[in-house]
């Protein structure tokens, strides 16, 4: 019999690495998840095991590698959900933490502002020199010169990726005077006067400026590599604060020695330190026309608060309510408080005959269900029963139990709620 074990709010270990923002920490508070361990940087792997043992929901960065050893490892057999504090979730074996039962929350727009700003000045930076002539002025040396500086007004810039940050960099761009660009796999509505082209080759043979902007996919590693950059206007620059793994670094770094390329401004690498005492790497090092940022895009004070605020709501939600609304790896079910109500949770793989199972199970006992769910991705079926706790209390256990053996499940949870407030149930 799997009775599970009753857990409090209180008693649900959240463990945070990566510095996220210590507004997470006030949200968890707010709604009665005290015990939450702040860890200022990304660990190493046996730090990682270490924490991650007993741990109910972690939150990450981009650093943290949440690969399928870690996921599988028994040190994270009570892990129940994971909120990446930041928008990429490639440091996630999502399609593992599915099969695991354990959904993976994201931001996808707070930050997006801060990386639209940040590109914005690169761009001017990068057109200006203003970073090899600050250096230079920190040796005390005086390089007044217009020589290979420009205004970026009347300038075009090519955005590819036309999603949330994509756009913002074409709004800010176009306040600037810049004509824009943009090319998307998808039909995306241009925002002021930008345009839309139909390949990624017009692009890279018209812009004067490019900025990168897609996810991280199979199709975008190493979109840009030699062949992309020779079509680029003589002159141009590239700006990537998309993903590391999206350029050939090693083809960039040939294009600004050959001054193919007059600059470029690079904030993400395809391999990053993990932490700040880390030394950084780079065929792009000693470039000076190339500005380096260590993946700051996202680093502000609004951006980190506003994360921490949103994907602490996110695992809050899930972890009281069931909740998988804004999960990247999970069928999304939107679920909110249902007082005097059992709920018990299904997550299975997605097979024929799992629901027709659950209902069998379900109708062998005399209960009143208040509510039932269903949605499924390709892989994983999730269905939550709410039953009325009124009649239900005494067969809700032996009910679990047998949904627990359906043949294809992965994980059931039972939320218990009262009109005093909820508390969780975990296996
Ligand atoms: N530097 C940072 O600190 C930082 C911060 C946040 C996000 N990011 C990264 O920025 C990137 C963009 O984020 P977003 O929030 O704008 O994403 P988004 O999903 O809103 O937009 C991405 C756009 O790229 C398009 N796209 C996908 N594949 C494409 C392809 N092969 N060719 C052309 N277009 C393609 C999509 O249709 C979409 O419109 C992501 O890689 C994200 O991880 C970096
Ligand atoms: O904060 C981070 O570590 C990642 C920032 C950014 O790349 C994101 O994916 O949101």
Known sequence: MTQGTVFNKEEIKIVLFEGISQAAVEVFGQAGYTNVELLPKAVDRETLLAKLSGAHMIGIRSRTQLKQEILEHEAASRLMAVGCFCIGTNQVNLPVAATRGVPVFNAPHSNTRS??????????????????????????????????????????????GYGHIGSQVSVLAEAMGM????????????????????????LLKTADVVSLHVPATPETKEMMGAEEIALMREGSYLINASRGNVVVVDALAEAIRSEKLLGAAVDV??????????????????LESVILTPHIGGSTQEAQRNIGREVAGK??????????IGAVNFPGVNLTHSPNTIRLLHIHHNRPGVLQKINDVVGDHAINVLGQYLRTTEDIGFVVLDIDAAHGREKVSVIRDQLS???GTIRTRKLVSDEEGDHTILE
């Open 405 to 407: 053996e359906v043949p």
């Open 115 to 160: 990386v639209a700003e940040l590109v914005i000045g690169h761009t001017i930076m990068m057109m200006r020199k203003v970073f090899p002539n600050s250096m230079a002025a920190h040796r005390k040396q005086w390089n007044k010169s217009a020589a290979g500086c420009y205004e970026v007004r009347g300038k075009t810039i090519g955005i590819i």
């Open 269 to 286: 690498f395809p391999k990053e330190p993990a932490s700040n005492t880390e030394a950084f790497e780079s065929p792009l090092v000693g």
């Open 179 to 202: 004509k824009v660009i943009y090319y998307d796999v998808l039909t995306k509505l241009p925002l002021g006067n930008a345009t839309q082209v139909t390949s990624m080759q017009e």
């Open 315 to 324: 695992l809050i939600n899930y972890c009281t309510h069931g909740s998988t």
